[in-house]
């Protein structure tokens, strides 16, 4: 009666040891976390004078009045990746994540799409995942999109993307997916895709964390983000 279920069993396991053998070989995770939840080290700031801090295992951005845009540049550039974080801004706040981004040490011009721009030293530019101010722009919605800082403006909005403009959480965390990958870029935020472009500008450049200018208000707005992550893609 028993004779089966041994059968069965004895012929499983050559069926489980492969498995493990497979497991065995897989190589550990490429994931390396760029922010260590205790403080700045590997990143530089660049642009404006917003405060950047640690806190309770986070990097916070704070608004400081006449400024220009801020931004907490990885020190390290990169190429092909998948980034991922969590982010939260106060709704009356302007963010982004820079990707693949320069800043100069000199006055320098360069060549974009056949038409030479003036950058000034110093000034942060390249591909920015917009994260909108939801006070300023509820109608609009497009966080998640992407936005070339310093030099031609937007690149992809959520303009045709209702399911993109509904995916953003007021008030509180957000996850954003980001693939570069040769000229493409792609962008999910929350697990919904906001972006999907193609651009060969830029192949490589530094990561950076937007505090944008309030002018001369005094107001003091900050951005959060945390469980920052990068897998590089060979």
Known sequence: MHRPTVRRTLLAAPVLFVAALALAAEPESSWV????GKDLTGWIQRGGKAKYA?????????????????FLCTTKDYGDFVLELD?????????G???????????????IDGKKRSMKAGRVHGYQVEIE???RDKSRGWTGGIYDEGRRGW???LENNEAGRKAYKLNDWNHFKIECHGDS???WLNGVQTADLKDSADQS??????????GKKEDVWDVHFKNIRLKELK
């Open 33 to 36: 976390h760029l922010f260590n």
């Open 54 to 70: 640690v806190e309770n295992g986070e990097i916070v951005g704070t608004t400081v009045a006449n400024t220009e845009n801020s």
């Open 87 to 95: 982010f939260k801004n106060h709704p009356k706040l302007n963010s």
């Open 97 to 111: 994540v820079q990707l693949r981004s320069h800043a100069y040490d000199k006055d320098t011009v360069v060549t």
């Open 133 to 135: 101010n939801p006070d």
């Open 155 to 157: 690149l992809k909005t």
């Open 185 to 187: 870029i792609k962008v």
């Open 205 to 214: 450049g530094f990561i950076g964390l937007q505090v944008h200018q309030i």
